[in-house]
Every structure is written in structure tokens, then in C-alpha cells.
């Protein structure tokens, strides 16, 4: 499963808090600005010892490339391989939240 080779291959395993951002937005007026996204990146990894991925879609790469260097905490980016792969990680650490 390529969701399982991501996760291992950043060191990402079952015990692990994992959080899925998803920090762009097509419209600009509910863009959040990227600055804002690293800083929560940071919190949540310092506050609840979290793994933070973050999701981008077509022409987005480098927005959410910018925000992962200017976050402390290294987050992941997950590769582009579409929807049903980001959504494939879902179960595979502890959740706060279930979908």
C-alpha cells in the first residue's frame, strides 16, 4: 500500500498523532495566508505531539512547499497521487477525530 510506504518512510508509525492539512483554498478570500499554516503546523506538533501531512492538489506544490520551510517542525508533504491516496492514511495512526 503506498499510504503504509509514505508513513514508513517518514517514520510515521501507529502510535503516532497524525493531522492532514489541506492549506489551499481555489478562492483567494478564503485563503489562509501560508504564514499562518506554519504556525499551526508548529503548535500542533509542539502542543499535542503531533505529525502534521499536508495535502495540495495541481499548481499548488509550491504554496505548500513555502509553508513546510518556514514551519519549525518539518512537516510531510504528501506526494501528489490524488485523492483516494491521502485519504488511504486515514486509520492508520491515533485520530482526535474520525471520518
Known sequence: MKSQHLLRAQAITSEDLLICIDP??????RQW??????????????????????????GEE????AIAAAARSHPVLIPRMGPAYAGSTAGTGRSLYRM
Open 62 to 65: 509550491a504554496q505548500v512547499q
Open 24 to 29: 489551499t483554498h481555489h478562492v483567494p478570500t
Open 33 to 58: 495566508p501560508g504564514a499562518h499554516f506554519s504556525a499551526l503546523v508548529d503548535m500542533l506538533s509542539e502542543r499535542l505531539g503531533a505529525r502534521v501531512l499536508l495535502l495540495w492538489g495541481p
